[in-house]
């Protein structure tokens, strides 16, 4: 490491540093710009490097402010903000704690897509590990770099299901990137103990094939035995040079996702976030829903629009959080009726994947239905039969979610819960202005974009973005802090009712389903506490004290702020 964390006979915290000049301020965690005080201008060598005047952080916010604001474009402020983060982490940190609800749709979904579309040709300087297949047998050298002794986070992906924008190749990158980011802001993770690394096992998409610009390897996707060998080089190299990292898988394609999270989930402290997270997320949303309308979770039938592995995880979730109401296996799996592209999806129907069957409807269910083709039924007719309380998008489809939909489910209930949750913003199944209009406002939401306040009864109402950003840092903080072995189920659902705890709506119906964005962090905590209970009590970790807990927690989040420097001594 080239600095070290110490604290003075004040018991005052400051950052013993070896590095000076130029190589200090080229170095984004320990650069301050023009913060560096006089003495530490005169220790570190930076006089004539540095502009004379002295600036405070918040002189700094202002300046970065201003500039993310003049720019033209989200996209132009994405590179922005990737240029600071690569400058200056703490500045870069401090913008978004203190204006969060504007930046994380930047930093995040949706602008992180159009990022890593573009990531070739706005690439500036190395941030996290490339580990490409022709390389896999240096995976041991890549990760043996000091700089990485202390990292507590890994994020992983391959690039090949970017959001709902498909193969993105090494673009991919900008995930990782961007869900660390928020493991540290909205959970004080400290930036320097994450790592985000894209494993380039070639691409599929032919304009990046085409391009002479892209940055990663310009070859077809490895598949079958030499992917899953690449992976498994992968993460039998993780648990030998990190064994108690914590390990996030993002935006794996639907064929490797639940493959991969079954192969490794008993083998490292792993999860993946657009299985379980998602699912955690959608839960928490339903379960605040579900208390606004004073109703119960065995009361509810669910329409589920795409059956890939972020919707089955979602209703694996769902269906264990009926059981623990009170209903068996089978009544829980009889409220999920999914619909694909073909229509209503029946456990007879061609080309089910393993992973569906056990929450499939039989074609028994459908005996009695009046519909034009049994073999094709359309989510209209889904809704028309089932009469739903909720209904779940994740589909990639936008618009599926039509007025002719809407206004049949809200025929049959009072207060709809509908959550079209795909992203980006153009990927949506439905516009919650259009969504809210169709259900005469009465139509409980969320959406996994962000979108603009919409009126609704004469007042501005904040629509609520379902994001998992609620979810994995919390989850992250929780079992980095107490050491747990491994991630469960049970603390996915832990997770989700900590945050349905949370909800405005729980003391009045008319809220807002989540806590604001401003509250991120302190919704984090909740639930990094709550998961690491979990851990603990599951025997994943070492019990304590529910005091020393929270004082340990609130110990691990760092706050982005300038700590004084001193000269390192031989």
């Given at each position: 490491?080239?600095?070290?964390?110490?604290?003075?006979?004040?018991?005052?915290?400051?950052?013993?540093?070896?590095?000076?000049?130029?190589?200090?301020?080229?170095d984004?965690?320990?650069?301050?710009?023009?913060?560096?005080n006089?003495?530490?201008?005169?220790?570190?060598?930076?006089?004539?490097i540095l502009?004379?005047?002295i600036?405070?952080?918040?002189?700094?916010?202002?300046?970065?402010?201003?500039?993310?604001?003049?720019?033209?474009?989200?996209?132009?402020?994405?590179?922005?903000?990737?240029?600071?983060?690569?400058?200056?982490?703490?500045?870069f940190?401090?913008?978004?704690t203190?204006?969060?609800?504007?930046?994380m749709?930047?930093?995040y979904?949706p602008?992180?897509?159009?990022?890593?579309?573009?990531?070739?040709?706005?690439?500036?300087?190395?941030?996290?590990?490339?580990i490409?297949y022709?390389?896999?047998?240096?995976?041991?050298?890549?990760?043996?770099?000091?700089?990485?002794?202390?990292?507590?986070v890994?994020?992983?992906s391959?690039?090949?299901?970017?959001?709902?924008?498909?193969d993105?190749?090494?673009?991919?990158?900008?995930?990782p990137?961007?869900?660390?980011a928020?493991?540290?802001?909205?959970?004080?993770i400290?930036?320097?103990?994450?790592?985000?690394i894209l494993?380039?096992a070639?691409?599929?998409?032919?304009?990046?094939l085409?391009?002479?610009?892209?940055?990663?390897?310009?070859h077809?996707?490895?598949?079958?035995q030499?992917?899953?060998?690449?992976?498994?080089?992968?993460?039998?190299?993780?648990?030998?040079r990190?064994?108690?990292?914590?390990?996030?898988?993002e935006?794996?394609?639907?064929?490797?996702?639940?493959?991969l999270?079954?192969r490794?989930?008993?083998?490292?402290?792993?999860?993946?976030?657009?299985?379980?997270?998602?699912?955690?997320?959608a839960?928490?949303?339903?379960?605040?829903?579900?208390?606004?309308?004073?109703?119960?979770?065995?009361e509810?039938?669910?329409v589920?629009?795409?059956?890939g592995s972020a919707?089955?995880?979602?209703?694996?979730?769902?269906k264990?959080?009926?059981?623990?109401?009170?209903?068996?296996e089978?009544?829980a799996?009889?409220?999920?009726?999914?619909v694909?592209?073909?229509?209503?999806?029946?456990?007879?129907?061609?080309?089910?994947?393993?992973f569906q069957?056990?929450?499939?409807?039989s074609?028994?269910?459908?005996?009695?239905?009046?519909?034009?083709?049994?073999?094709?039924?359309?989510?209209?007719?889904?809704v028309?039969?089932?009469?739903?309380?909720i209904?779940?998008?994740?589909?990639?489809?936008?618009?599926?979610?039509?007025?002719?939909?809407?206004?049949?489910m809200a025929?049959?209930?009072?207060?709809?819960?509908?959550?079209?949750?795909?992203?980006?913003?153009?990927?949506?199944e439905?516009?919650?202005?259009?969504?809210?209009?169709?259900?005469?406002?009465?139509?409980?939401?969320?959406?996994?974009?962000?979108?603009?306040?919409?009126?609704k009864?004469?007042?501005?109402?904040?629509?609520?973005?379902?994001n998992n950003?609620?979810?994995?840092p919390?989850?992250?903080?929780?079992?980095i802090?107490?050491?747990a072995?491994r991630i469960?189920e049970?603390?996915?659902?832990?997770?989700?009712?900590?945050?349905?705890?949370?909800?405005?709506a729980?003391?009045?119906?008319?809220?807002?389903?989540?806590?604001?964005?401003?509250?991120i962090?302190?919704v984090?905590?909740?639930?990094?506490?709550?998961?690491?209970?979990?851990a603990m009590?599951?025997?994943?970790?070492?019990?304590i004290?529910?005091?020393?807990?929270?004082?340990k927690i609130?110990?691990?989040?760092?706050?982005?702020?300038?700590?004084?420097?001193k000269?390192?001594?031989?």
């Amino acid at each position: 490491m080239v600095y070290h964390i110490k604290t003075d006979a004040e018991d005052n915290s400051y950052l013993e540093v070896e590095l000076s000049d130029f190589d200090l301020v080229r170095d984004p965690f320990l650069n301050k710009g023009m913060a560096f005080n006089e003495q530490e201008r005169h220790d570190f060598g930076l006089y004539g490097i540095l502009p004379t005047h002295i600036a405070t952080i918040e002189e700094q916010l202002i300046r970065s402010y201003n500039t993310f604001k003049s720019k033209n474009s989200a996209l132009e402020q994405y590179i922005y903000l990737r240029d600071l983060q690569n400058s200056n982490e703490t500045l870069f940190y401090k913008l978004l704690t203190e204006y969060v609800t504007e930046i994380m749709p930047i930093v995040y979904t949706p602008t992180v897509g159009a990022g890593c579309q573009r990531f070739s040709h706005v690439y500036r300087r190395p941030r996290g590990l490339f580990i490409a297949y022709p390389h896999q047998d240096r995976i041991d050298d890549i990760l043996s770099l000091s700089r990485l002794d202390h990292i507590e986070v890994i994020v992983v992906s391959d690039g090949e299901r970017i959001l709902g924008l498909g193969d993105q190749g090494a673009g991919g990158m900008g995930i990782p990137i961007g869900k660390l980011a928020l493991y540290s802001g909205c959970a004080g993770i400290h930036p320097d103990t994450t790592l985000a690394i894209l494993l380039d096992a070639g691409t599929d998409n032919p304009e990046l094939l085409n391009d002479p610009l892209y940055i990663g390897w310009h070859h077809p996707r490895i598949r079958g035995q030499d992917y899953d060998d690449f992976v498994d080089a992968f993460v039998t190299a993780v648990k030998k040079r990190f064994p108690k990292v914590l390990l996030q898988w993002e935006d794996f394609a639907q064929t490797n996702a639940n493959p991969l999270l079954d192969r490794y989930r008993d083998q490292l402290c792993t999860f993946n976030d657009d299985i379980q997270g998602t699912a955690a997320i959608a839960l928490a949303t339903v379960l605040a829903a579900i208390n606004a309308n004073a109703s119960t979770i065995a009361e509810q039938k669910i329409v589920m629009v795409g059956p890939g592995s972020a919707g089955c995880g979602i209703a694996m979730l769902l269906k264990q959080a009926m059981m623990d109401g009170g209903l068996t296996e089978a009544q829980a799996r009889s409220k999920f009726f999914f619909v694909g592209r073909h229509g209503l999806l029946l456990d007879d129907s061609p080309y089910v994947k393993d992973f569906q069957k056990p929450l499939l409807q039989s074609r028994d269910c459908i005996y009695a239905w009046q519909v034009a083709d049994k073999n094709s039924i359309s989510l209209e007719e889904v809704v028309i039969h089932v009469r739903p309380t909720i209904l779940i998008g994740v589909s990639g489809q936008p618009g599926v979610f039509s007025e002719a939909v809407i206004r049949a489910m809200a025929s049959g209930v009072e207060r709809p819960i509908i959550l079209p949750l795909s992203n980006p913003t153009h990927r949506c199944e439905g516009i919650p202005a259009d969504i809210l209009k169709w259900t005469d406002n009465r139509a409980l939401i969320g959406t996994g974009s962000p979108f603009p306040d919409v009126m609704k009864n004469g007042q501005l109402y904040r629509i609520d973005q379902t994001n998992n950003a609620y979810i994995f840092p919390g989850i992250g903080l929780g079992v980095i802090t107490v050491g747990a072995s491994r991630i469960t189920e049970r603390m996915f659902m832990v997770a989700a009712k900590t945050l349905a705890a949370c909800s405005p709506a729980r003391f009045d119906p008319s809220a807002n389903l989540l806590p604001p964005l401003t509250k991120i962090r302190e919704v984090s905590f909740e639930v990094a506490v709550a998961v690491a209970e979990c851990a603990m009590a599951e025997g994943l970790a070492k019990p304590i004290l529910i005091e020393e807990l929270t004082q340990k927690i609130h110990a691990k989040m760092w706050t982005p702020a300038y700590l004084p420097y001193k000269k390192a001594t031989d």
